[in-house]
């Protein structure tokens, strides 16, 4: 067998490890297989790579790759292993840009190289798509990055004439492409670069926080399709088809989030959606008030209850209150009361963040119903027990034609017999709009921090 068909198969297996691993991840059940399958698959296909003699034809460079691999290394596990539930969007964007830029510096890298050559038309096009794609998702994922790590406001940033200079940036890169496709000028390129660099970051400008995990997605979508054009430029297989893998799942999810929020991609992006803050902390503009209640009271409806359903939002993935929502539901099962958790599709901060942070406190799997299924049982369910939800709840997305978040399919908790609010305050969620759930007489309200609420429900619960 050659070398060359010996690549072929080795990398063809890595191929079918990522493959296997996409679908596995489909599955909170499967997740922890599938990335050992992904995991494998790079493993695999880096220390083939490694056994290609031409790796060890110049010194200098292969001594620079170790050294960045070790930095990488240094860098990335730490941070995979430490980052808290409630951070990982921060990380899945950090290192979704790193991903586009280092597709943009490969492009960068190989048109230098080649420059002093007769490049060919087709080749100057991959450079160029890699470069353009790999820099938008590496500025927009750094904006994503400090929106979410609340290093600037998560709120929609926008001023007059946006999308008017949005589209003129677009244009002009469109020109410089057609301009170095013509000439191959590696001193264009640089302008094209730049020029991508700034669409990036007033490409994510104008989205707001609660939007920004669907666009990380995209974002990531948009990695992928660089990484695909890196693998064309080198001639590389194995990296066409990771990035298509990437490119194409990235842009499904989406897809499905923007179906969860029953909106498009297009008002997602453009809408500034998010922008107002219409609640206070009183009563509300009708004069109505909200009815709160003690952890004492609380625990008697839910231990005499014959079902719970417990709603979790990002609150509860901020206060790390999912060991307590655990204990909670333990003790509850131990009374003979039946409990489910209600989880929405775009809950938290990206899909499947409840899914993870509720496995992470030992949940069984079988307690979790995805939202369609839970509103099955909503109407059954003596209490419906809100842990940090708000929008995900709010009745306005059926009955308030003229609401934002209208036709955005949600957990109908107003169909439960109780509901029980555990927040922080009366601020509303990133939609910025009042949720009238909280003032109807079936309401009570809980105060305070999610994982402080629950673990005074378990004490009075025991105690009841």
């Not at 695999?44 to 930095?71: G, K, Q």
């Not at 750094?142 to 790590?149: C, E, G, M, R």
């Not at 970051?201 to 054009?229: C, E, H, K, R």
């Not at 989406?254 to 498009?264: D, L, N, V, Y």
Request: include cysteine; charge should be neutral; glycine fraction near 10%.
């Amino acid at each position: 067998m050659s070398r060359g068909t010996a690549t072929d198969l080795v990398y063809l297996l890595a191929i079918i490890g990522f493959i296997l691993a996409l679908k596995a991840l489909s599955s909170p059940r499967h997740a922890r297989r599938g990335n050992l399958l992904g995991a494998a698959g790079m493993v695999i296909a880096v220390a083939w790579t490694f056994s290609e003699p031409s790796v060890y034809s110049h010194t200098r460079n292969l001594v620079l790759i170790v050294v960045a691999m070790v930095i990488g290394t240094a860098i990335g596990m730490p941070a995979a292993r430490f980052v808290k539930m409630t951070a990982m969007p921060q990380m899945v964007a950090c290192f979704n840009g790193v991903g586009g830029g280092a597709a943009a510096l490969v492009s960068i890298t190989e048109f230098i190289a080649l420059s002093h050559k007769s490049i060919a038309l087709y080749k100057v096009g991959e450079v160029l798509f890699g470069v353009v794609v790999g820099s938008v998702s590496l500025s927009g994922s750094a904006v994503a990055f400090a929106k979410l790590q609340e290093l600037m406001t998560g709120r929609p940033v926008t001023y007059p004439g946006q999308q008017a200079v949005n589209a003129a940036i677009a244009v002009g890169i469109v020109g410089l492409v057609a301009a170095v496709v013509a000439t191959a000028s590696t001193p264009l390129l640089a302008v094209v670069l730049g020029l991508s660099l700034v669409l990036g970051v007033v490409f994510v400008l104008p989205v707001g926080g609660a939007d920004t995990p669907v666009l990380i997605s995209l974002l990531n979508s948009f990695t992928g399709l660089a990484v695909a054009a890196s693998g064309f430029t080198l001639n590389s297989d194995l990296l066409i088809v990771a990035g298509t893998l990437v490119g194409a799942s990235g842009m499904l999810l989406t897809r499905m989030m923007s179906a969860a929020m029953g909106r498009s991609l297009p008002n997602i992006l453009f809408s500034a959606f998010g922008s107002v803050i219409t609640a206070g902390t009183g009563p509300d503009a009708e004069g109505r008030t909200v009815r709160s209640g003690t952890p004492e009271d609380i625990a008697v409806l839910l231990a005499y209850a014959r079902k719970v359903a417990i709603v979790p939002g990002y609150g509860l993935a901020v206060a790390q209150g999912q060991h307590a929502a655990r204990e909670l539901a333990d003790a509850l099962s131990g009374r003979g009361v039946e409990v489910y958790y209600a989880i929405h599709p775009v809950a938290g901060r990206m899909p499947g963040h409840m899914n993870v942070l509720l496995a992470e406190a030992n949940v069984p799997y079988d307690q979790l119903e995805e939202m369609d299924q839970a509103n099955l049982e909503m109407p059954t369910t003596d209490v419906a027990l809100v842990v940090g939800a708000n929008d995900t709840v709010n009745p306005a997305a059926n009955n308030t034609p003229g609401s934002p978040i209208y036709g955005m399919p949600i957990v109908h908790a107003d169909e439960a017999h109780n509901i029980v609010f555990l927040k922080r305050s009366m601020r509303p969620g990133f939609a910025g709009i009042d949720n009238e759930l909280l003032y109807d007489p079936k309401t009570t309200m809980l105060f305070g921090d999610a994982k402080d609420s629950l673990t005074k429900l378990v004490a009075a619960v025991n105690a009841a």
